[in-house]
C-alpha cells in the first residue's frame, strides 16, 4: 500500500523568503505526484503534478516541486513567499496506472507567511 | 466549465440518523471519488466509482455507500450515524479512471450531534 509523510505539521515562513514543504512516498513501482491546497472552508486546489520527465514541475501561483526518486521525495517550493500563500497544503500518491486506493493524502502541512 | 458541486455545503444531523450528500462532477466527468476529511485522520478515500459501478473502496463500513446515476452525478449516503463521522466530505471528479488529474469541490461539512 502506498503512504505519504508531511514530516512538518507547520512551517513559518517570512513574506519574500523561501518556503520548501517537505513529502516523501511509498509506493510500488513508479508514481503519480501531487500538491493541493486547501483554504479554510474550501475544497482541494490542484498546484502541481509529477507524472514523468522532467524532474522539477512548476505549477500554479509560482510554485515549484522537486521529484527525487532516490529519496523518494516530491518537496514544494516557492523562490518568494507571499502571506496570501498561508494555507493547509497536501502531498499526494497514486501509483501510475492507477490504484484501487484513489489519492493516498499525507496528514497535511499549515503554511503560515508573516508579514 | 463549471467545477465540481456538492450539495449541501453544510449538514447538522443527530447520532443514528441517516443522511446523503450529492455530487455532480465536471461537465463530461465520467469518474467521480469520495473522501473524508478530519482532524484526526486527515483524507481518507471512500470510493470511487465510474459509469455507474463502484470501482474501488476504502477501508470504512458498510454504513458508507453511494451510487452513481447515468449523467455521472453521484450521492453518498451514511446510515447510522455516529458522532465520528462528523467531517468535511469531498467528491473528486475526473475524465476517466486513466486519467490522473483529479478535481475536487468544495466540500459538505457533515456535524453529527
Known amino acids: 500500500a502506498q503512504s505519504v509523510a508531511q514530516p512538518e505539521d507547520q512551517v513559518n515562513v517570512a513574506e519574500g523568503n523561501p518556503l520548501t514543504v517537505k513529502c516523501t512516498y511509498s509506493v510500488s513501482g513508479n508514481p503519480y505526484l501531487f500538491w493541493y491546497v486547501q483554504y479554510p472552508n474550501r475544497g482541494l486546489q490542484f498546484l502541481l503534478k509529477y507524472i514523468t520527465g522532467d524532474n522539477l514541475v512548476k505549477g500554479s501561483y509560482g510554485f515549484e516541486a522537486e521529484f527525487n526518486k532516490s529519496q523518494t521525495s516530491f518537496h514544494l517550493k516557492k523562490p518568494s513567499a507571499l502571506v496570501s500563500d498561508s494555507a493547509l497544503y497536501f502531498c499526494?500518491?497514486?501509483?501510475?496506472?492507477?490504484?484501487?486506493?484513489?489519492?493516498?493524502f499525507g496528514k497535511g502541512t499549515h503554511l503560515i507567511i508573516q508579514p | 466549465k463549471a467545477g465540481v458541486t456538492q450539495t449541501p455545503r453544510y449538514l447538522i444531523k443527530t447520532r443514528g440518523q441517516q443522511v446523503t450528500l450529492s455530487c455532480s462532477p465536471i461537465s463530461g466527468h465520467r469518474s467521480v471519488s469520495w473522501y473524508q476529511q478530519t482532524p484526526g485522520q486527515g483524507l481518507q478515500f471512500l470510493f470511487e466509482y465510474f459509469s455507474e459501478t463502484q470501482r474501488n473502496k476504502g477501508n470504512f463500513p458498510g454504513r458508507f455507500s453511494g451510487r452513481q446515476f447515468s449523467n455521472s452525478r453521484s450521492e453518498m449516503n451514511v446510515s447510522t450515524l455516529e458522532l465520528g463521522d462528523s467531517a468535511l466530505y469531498l467528491c473528486?471528479?475526473?475524465?476517466?479512471?486513466?486519467?490522473?488529474?483529479?478535481?475536487f469541490g468544495p466540500g459538505t461539512r457533515l456535524t453529527v450531534l
Open positions: 473528486a471528479s475526473r475524465l476517466a479512471v486513466t486519467d490522473n488529474e483529479q478535481f
Open positions: 499526494a500518491v497514486t501509483p501510475r496506472g492507477g490504484g484501487a486506493d484513489g489519492l493516498t
